[in-house]
């Protein structure tokens, strides 16, 4: 029989390592589970929210990405490591033991969601694609109730957008959405530009604090420059209704709150009885193998990877993600060899991060890069990395139209309650059947 291979998670790490595997010349039975039946590509979320690309751009089917995987939609909600099961949620709700020879945990990072009273009643996170496409019908709704209101106040608030966090999602979300909306005003005549408030809440003293300081000042100055407000050395402290308070005794009146101050690992992880850090992160050697296991492995943002090259552990990002799930796979066939493991050892090339209106901000090969050509190649990257040739093209295509054409402003609200228009039918029918006994008796 072949071993038995169960990979929990279908994101960047458990697509990697699926790929790698059915590659692989030895014959393994490979098992991906995944709530999700896409792989979403993270990177791409704050395009995705502003439009540049279509969401289904963003993602990639499981199914038809890994042929010769058997992909299952459920959850890893338990670990009997000692039977070398694990305790499994099916889509239709039923709990089921899966057996394995090997454990690949790969489940990811969630929201950071501190203790800030008020907080989860007002915010949304950036880390899905709902979350992002309700970020772009948000922002769009937000215009067209400031344009249909005569409420000086309502208007000010519906047109201020608040983000928590200067790491890459918030930079990156804020800088597209904000180029979008002020793509929209052309649509929204009595909205000017500068009636548009973007403030961007940062607890250190720098934002994007991957990339070098001179860089973190050229993204910061052209923020600025652009009207964005950029708070520097100060938290959230507590939202009342639409009033957000920050640590400078300051508030901000706004509508939209968006969460992006930071990720922590998915909590199933803390509750499988392995060894974690004291932020949840399971503990895995160079080699990938969760401490004190010869048949369990972890990568990506669930797992704390000693880095080898840089020192201390890799930081959470796709690129160390991906190279992390390479090694990890390799390693997982010569432990079926019974040849030793290799640890990884990892440079990264660099970085690249939008800033939206065409620039971005990054390094690459050491190189400080800034504008339109780090902008063009963070495009070329995320074609060349982004799995399937369809995804490629298609990916190719949404960004040489959106250089050609305007940029496609639509706003999709509708979709959130399909039955809408179905139950306003009913009602009117009702109210027809209503009117139609009362004249007869
Ligand atoms: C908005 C945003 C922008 C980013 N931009 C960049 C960037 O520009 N460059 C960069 O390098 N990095 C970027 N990152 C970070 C990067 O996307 C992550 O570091 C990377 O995706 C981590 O990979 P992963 O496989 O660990 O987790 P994920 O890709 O998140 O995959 C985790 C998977 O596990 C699944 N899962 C969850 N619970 C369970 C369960 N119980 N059972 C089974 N499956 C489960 C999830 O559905 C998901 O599919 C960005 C992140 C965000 C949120």
Redesign the pocket.
């Known amino acids: 029989m072949s071993p038995r291979v169960l990979i ?8 990697e390592v699926a790929r790698r595997l059915a590659r692989s010349a030895v014959d393994l039975d490979v098992t991906l ?4 039946s896409v ?5 791409l ?2 395009e995705l929210a502003s439009g540049v690309i279509e969401p289904r751009h963003a993602v990639v089917p499981l199914r038809a990405g890994l042929p010769g995987t058997r992909v299952i939609s ?4 338990g670990l009997d490591h000692e039977a070398g099961t694990a305790a ?2 099916l889509r239709d709700g039923a709990e089921v033991e899966a057996p394995f020879d090997h454990l690949v945990i ?5 929201s950071n969601v501190m203790p800030v009273p008020g907080l989860e009643e007002r915010a949304i996170g ?2 899905t694609v709902a979350e ?1 496409l309700h970020l772009r019908d948000r922002v769009l709704d937000r215009m067209q109730l400031a344009e249909a209101t005569a409420d000086p106040e309502v208007r000010r608030r519906a047109l201020t957008f608040v983000f928590v966090g200067g790491g ?2 918030g930079v ?2 804020i800088g597209e959405l904000q180029s979008m909306a002020d793509d929209a005003t052309v649509q929204f005549a009595s909205i000017d530009r500068s009636e548009l408030r973007w403030v961007l809440v940062e607890a250190s003293d720098a934002i994007l604090p991957m990339v070098s300081p001179e860089l973190r000042r050229h993204a910061l100055a052209t923020l600025r420059d652009r009207g964005i407000e950029v708070r520097l050395e100060t938290m959230v402290e507590r939202i009342d209704g639409r009033v957000v308070h920050l640590s400078d005794e300051t508030h901000v009146e706004a509508d939209t709150l968006v969460w ?1 101050a930071g ?1 922590r690992p ?1 909590p ?1 992880v803390g509750g499988l009885g392995l060894p974690v850090d004291d932020d949840g992160q399971l503990l895995v050697d160079a080699a990938l193998q969760v401490e004190g296991t010869t048949d369990v492995w972890a ?5 704390r990877v000693p880095d080898l090259v840089g020192g201390g552990t890799c930081p ?6 991906l190279r992390q ?1 390479s090694q990890l796979a390799d390693n997982l066939v010569r432990s079926v060899r019974h040849q030793p493991s290799r640890a990884l050892r990892y440079r990264p090339k660099g ?4 800033i939206g209106h065409h620039e971005a901000v990054g390094e690459l090969f050491g190189r400080p890069l800034r504008g339109w050509l780090p902008w063009l190649l ?1 495009h070329g990257y995320h074609i060349a990395r982004i799995p399937t040739w369809r995804r490629k093209l298609r990916l190719w295509l949404d960004w040489t139209l959106n250089l050609t054409f305007a940029r496609e402003i639509t706003e999709l609200g509708s979709v959130k309650h399909p039955r809408a228009a179905f139950e306003e039918a009913v009602a009117a029918r009702d109210a027809d059947l209503d009117e139609a006994q009362q004249r007869e008796s």
Not at 351 to 354: D, M
Request: charge should be negative; proline fraction near 5%; charged fraction near 10%.
């Open positions: 929990a998670g279908g994101g960047t790490v458990g697509f589970l995944s709530p999700d792989l979403v590509y993270q990177s979320l704050p459920g959850e890893l909600t499994v949620a790969a489940l990811g990072a969630i950036f880390s992002a890459y999602s990156e979300a992006c990720m998915h199933v990568a990506g943002d669930c797992a959470p990002s796709a690129q160390y993600a799930a970085e690249l991060i939008t963070r």
